[in-house]
Nanobody
Framework: EVRFVESGGGLVQAGGSLRVSCAAS????????IGWFRQAPGKEREGVAC????????YYADSVKGRFTISNDNAKTTVYLQMDSLGPEDTAVYYC???????????????????????WGQGTQVTVSS
């Protein structure tokens, strides 16, 4: 059984940092692009970052570029999202998932598509106070 578990969320003041983690079991990260998404109340799920180690693909949404950094551990069972310079607009539940449709993070010039992903975890809440 494939299972993703997100952790590391919390409450932080604007300008602060958090690192969230995505731990996987039943799946090898080498075979998949792993995406981080977030969803704020009343908004659609937004793809923010992705890493695909096997093909050297990394993606960041414009909204987080330069502030967020995605990485994985050497065992490739955990993907991290380091979030710096956080603002209230980053408040959301953060989820990770595996892309079942492509090994690259996105199609050329495209962005992360939630419908291409599966094995969603329960999410971890990130709240940024102003």
């Amino acid at each position: 059984e494939v299972r993703f578990v997100e952790s590391g969320g919390g409450l932080v003041q604007a300008g602060g940092s958090l690192r969230v983690s995505c731990a996987a079991s039943g799946l090898t990260f080498d075979d998949y692009a792993i995406g981080w998404f977030r969803q704020a109340p009343g908004k659609e799920r937004e793809g923010v970052a992705c890493i695909s180690s096997s093909v050297g693909s990394i993606y960041y949404a414009d909204s987080v570029k330069g502030r967020f950094t995605i990485s994985n551990d050497n065992a490739k069972t955990t993907v991290y999202l380091q979030m710096d310079s956080l603002g209230p607009e980053d408040t959301a539940v953060y989820y990770c998932a595996a892309n079942l449709m492509r090994k690259m993070c996105t199609a050329a010039g495209g962005n992360l598509k939630a419908h291409e992903h599966a094995y969603w975890g329960q999410g971890t809440q990130v709240t940024v106070s102003s």
